[in-house]
């Protein structure tokens, strides 16, 4: 559905920019596009989707804010965390020499 009123829309703006109909023509179509904007139906479904869109929003900053907490770009750019300091450590990606395996290399 939202690509065909994306293409409706597409003729509909293609038609007025390259339309030679002139200028009575023109008139008439914007304000028939205005009618059809201000007309209630129109508002009502710009509404709900405009509030569907918000608590999308919501819902999907919570989450990423639950699984990257950082309070601000300074923290984020202070460097990594306790945790992975231990596993770039652990890893010996930080410089340092890798900590040894506890398996004994089995």
Same mark, same amino acid.
Do not use: C, N
């Given at each position: 559905?939202?690509?065909?009123?994306?293409?409706?829309?597409?003729?509909?703006?293609?038609?007025?920019?390259? $339309?030679? $109909?002139?200028?009575?023509?023109?008139?008439?179509?914007?304000?028939?596009?205005?009618?059809? $904007?201000?007309?209630?139906?129109? #508002?009502? *479904?710009?509404?709900?989707?405009?509030?569907?869109?918000?608590?999308?929003?919501?819902?999907?900053?919570?989450?990423?804010?639950?699984?990257?907490?950082?309070?601000?770009?300074?923290?984020?750019?202070?460097?990594? *965390?306790?945790?992975?300091?231990?596993?770039?450590?652990? #890893?010996?990606?930080?410089?340092?020499?890798?900590?040894?395996?506890?398996?004994?290399?089995?």
């Amino acid at each position: 559905m939202r690509y065909r009123i994306t293409f409706v829309a597409g003729l509909a703006v293609g038609y007025v920019l390259g $339309a030679k $109909a002139g200028k009575a023509r023109y008139e008439q179509i914007v304000r028939t596009a205005r009618r059809i $904007a201000d007309s209630p139906a129109v #508002q009502e *479904t710009a509404g709900l989707v405009g509030a569907q869109v918000s608590t999308a929003g919501k819902a999907v900053y919570s989450k990423v804010s639950e699984r990257i907490p950082v309070t601000s770009l300074k923290d984020f750019l202070a460097g990594p *965390t306790p945790e992975e300091s231990e596993e770039l450590h652990r #890893q010996g990606i930080d410089g340092s020499r890798p900590s040894p395996d506890p398996t004994g290399g089995r």
